[in-house]
């Protein structure tokens, strides 16, 4: 399995320091929020990681290298202007090839997040060895949280590992997801288009699957959350 690590993104409100920094690259508790992401992927065993760029990408690719001193292989995915996260999927999708990817935000911090369990959410097959039938194999698979406080009312239901765009209760999606790429070959590449209008057509129909991740999870989209989880690491 392959990942994607999204890392395109200006981080407005994360000015003044986004101004000489790439966002992924803002350290939590000593490291920068994207080498959290790959470390805990080389544990699983996903070593061949896609990072897109756009703002100052160019020191990404100077702090990640090829990603040796991770034990991984980083294949880079220029934009001249950030794609959104399915324009960037669909940018890089000959990097990704035919298999189902995870793809995560370079600006989430989950430290704990066990990358094993996403190797087999999208399997082929069913639990008694059955091909899915046509229309009912899920083509994605999110991994939902608790609604912060910025964000109270939600992004999706969930009932019985099926997510829905309707049903209570509301759960916040980890911006955390696997994907079949086969979904993306309707973007033509270098277009902008995000990733929630896909997803929730595709919720309409009965196949994207989920579950609740009950882990530490922080969205870090402005200094003070960021200077709130350098803080707590001092106590």
């Given at each position: 399995m ?6 395109a993104?200006r ?8 101004d ?11 490291r ?6 790959i470390?805990?992927l ?6 061949d990681i896609v990072i897109?760029h756009?703002h100052l990408?160019d ?7 090829d ?7 980083i294949?880079?995915s ?5 794609l959104?996260?399915a324009?960037?999927?669909a ?6 090839g ?8 370079g ?12 190797k087999?959410?999208l ?6 060895g059955?091909?899915?039938?046509a229309?009912?194999r899920?083509?994605?698979?999110l991994?939902?949280?608790?609604n912060?406080p ?6 999706f239901?969930?009932?019985?590992y099926?997510v829905s765009n ?5 759960w ?5 997801g696997?994907y079949r790429?086969?979904?993306?070959d ?14 929730r057509?595709?919720?309409?129909l009965g196949?994207?699957g ?6 530490d999870w922080?969205?870090?989209g402005?200094?003070e ?6 803080g707590a690491?001092?106590?």
């Amino acid at each position: 399995m392959k990942a994607m690590i999204f890392a395109a993104g200006r981080g407005e409100r994360m000015r003044p320091l986004t101004d000489t920094v790439p966002k992924p690259l803002l350290k939590v508790r000593g490291r920068p929020l994207i080498v959290w992401h790959i470390l805990n992927l080389v544990r699983a065993g996903i070593t061949d990681i896609v990072i897109n760029h756009a703002h100052l990408g160019d020191l990404i690719e100077q702090t990640l290298g090829d990603g040796s001193q991770f034990g991984a292989r980083i294949a880079y995915s220029p934009e001249t202007t950030a794609l959104e996260t399915a324009g960037g999927v669909a940018q890089a999708r000959a990097l990704l090839g035919d298999e189902p990817f995870v793809a995560i935000s370079g600006d989430i911090y989950c430290p704990y997040f066990d990358f094993e369990q996403v190797k087999d959410v999208l399997a082929d097959k069913d639990m008694w060895g059955n091909p899915w039938p046509a229309g009912k194999r899920d083509v994605a698979w999110l991994y939902l949280v608790k609604n912060p406080p910025y964000h109270p009312d939600g992004d999706f239901g969930l009932t019985l590992y099926s997510v829905s765009n309707e049903g209570a209760p509301q759960w916040t999606f980890g911006n955390i997801g696997v994907y079949r790429p086969e979904i993306f070959d309707g973007i033509t590449p270098g277009s902008h288009a995000k990733l929630g209008p896909l997803i929730r057509e595709y919720a309409a129909l009965g196949q994207v699957g989920g579950e609740v991740y009950e882990g530490d999870w922080f969205n870090v989209g402005t200094v003070e959350q960021l200077e709130a989880l350098n803080g707590a690491a001092k106590k």
